[in-house]
């Protein structure tokens, strides 16, 4: 499928983990800069992590330690392993991927529908 799936989310007590699992087709996932985004209850969506089909990553300050994204080119498959969880983790994780085009000079984007993660004791 062309649209990420993801899947991985649920309820964690803090301090706790988890990992969020995507899934892209593969013709898309190996050329595309994957990503994912948070969007906590009542805010915008914004950037946690990305890597590039070469594996260089970056990440956003407030997660920098405690999450790790990787990529699995040959399943088309992208993880977030989420560490040392805090109440404001909690909110909705979409997977992106942004692939590029000929006729895009921004790219072709893919969204993801979100899967639910809440920390919360």
């Known amino acids: 499928q062309v649209q990420p799936v993801e899947s991985g989310g649920g309820l964690v007590q803090p301090g706790g983990s988890l990992r969020l699992s995507c899934v892209v087709s593969?013709?898309?996932?190996?050329?595309?800069?994957m990503s994912w985004y948070h969007q906590a209850p009542r805010k915008q969506r914004e950037l946690v992590a990305s890597?590039?089909?070469?594996?260089?990553?970056v990440y956003n300050d407030s997660v920098k330690d405690r999450f790790t994204i990787s990529r699995d080119n040959a399943k088309g498959t992208l993880y977030l392993q989420m560490n040392s969880l805090k109440p404001e983790d909690t909110g909705v994780y979409y997977c992106?991927?942004?692939?590029?085009?000929?006729?895009?000079?921004?790219?072709?984007?893919?969204w993801g529908r979100g899967t639910q993660v809440t920390v919360s004791s």
């Open positions: 992106h991927a942004r692939a590029p085009s000929p006729t895009a000079p921004n790219g072709i984007h893919y």
């Open positions: 593969r013709r898309i996932f190996r050329i595309s800069v």
């Open positions: 890597i590039t089909p070469g594996g260089y990553t």
